[in-house]
C-alpha cells in the first residue's frame, strides 16, 4: 500500500502554481511591464479564478522578487533601480567566476565536451535576441550544475530570474551581443584549458562589460 506522503508526490499541480506560472511568463514576455499594477479583477475574470489562488501567486512571485507588494494598493511588477541591477550583477560576477574556476578543476571531459556544445548552440543563435539569451542562460547555468553547489545554483538562478525585469538588459545595446560571444568564446578556451585563474578574470570582466553595458545612458 502506497504511503500518503507517496500519494501526494502524485498529485497534479495546485492551481495558484498554475496562476503563478502563467504571470511569470507574462512578466518576462513584457506582457506585464515592470512597474505596472497588477489589476487582480481582470486578471480573475479573464482566467476564470477566484482571488485567492490568484494571492497565492501573487505571494510565490513576491518571493522570487518578480512582484511587490504595496499595502492597501495591491501589487506591481518589481521594477529594478540602478543600484538593484549593480548590485546582481556584482553578486553574478563573484558567484559565477568562482564555480567557473572550480569547474576547471571538477570537470570531466564528457562535461567539458557538453560546455562546447552549448558554446556552439550560443554561436549559432546571434540573430535571434530570444534565442541568445535562452542559450546563455542553459550555457551558465549547466556550468554551475557541474560545479554542484546547489546553494550556488538556487541563488544565481534567483538572480537571474530578477534580471529578467531589467529595462537595460545588456544584450539590448549596440554591438554588446557580438562582444559577448567573444567573450564567451574566449572563456570556453580557457576552460577548456583548464586554465582555472584566467577563467576567473575573464568570467569576471564578462559581468563586469554586462553591468557597463546595461546601465542606462551607456
Given amino acids: 500500500m502506497s504511503s500518503p506522503a507517496a500519494k501526494a508526490s502524485l498529485a497534479p499541480r495546485a492551481l495558484y502554481q498554475e496562476v503563478a506560472e502563467r504571470l511569470r511568463m507574462q512578466i518576462f514576455n513584457r506582457e506585464l511591464e515592470p512597474g505596472s499594477w497588477i489589476d487582480e479583477l481582470k486578471i480573475c475574470q479573464e482566467l476564470g479564478i477566484s482571488r485567492t489562488p490568484l494571492r497565492e501567486a501573487l505571494k510565490v512571485l513576491a518571493a522570487e522578487g518578480l512582484v511587490t507588494m504595496k499595502v492597501r494598493r495591491g501589487a506591481y511588477v518589481t521594477e529594478m533601480s540602478e543600484q538593484d541591477v549593480r548590485e ?60 554542484g553547489n546547489r546553494w550556488r545554483q538556487q541563488i544565481v538562478t534567483d538572480l537571474r530570474r530578477v534580471m529578467k525585469l531589467n529595462r537595460h538588459h545588456s544584450l539590448f545595446k549596440l554591438g554588446r551581443l557580438q562582444e559577448s560571444l567573444g567573450e564567451h568564446r574566449t572563456l570556453m578556451q580557457a576552460i577548456s584549458a583548464r586554465q582555472s585563474d584566467e577563467v576567473e578574470r575573464l568570467m569576471r570582466a564578462h559581468f563586469e562589460n554586462g553591468l557597463a553595458a546595461a546601465s542606462p545612458g551607456k
Fill in 88 to 147: 546582481a550583477y556584482q553578486l553574478l560576477a563573484l558567484l559565477e567566476s568562482d564555480a567557473a574556476a572550480r569547474v576547471c578543476h571538477l570537470a570531466s571531459e564528457a562535461q567539458l565536451q557538453e560546455l562546447q556544445a552549448l558554446h556552439r548552440d550560443l554561436e549559432a543563435q546571434t540573430d535571434e535576441h530570444a534565442a541568445f539569451f535562452a542559450a546563455n542562460e542553459r550555457f551558465h547555468l549547466r556550468l554551475l550544475e557541474i560545479e
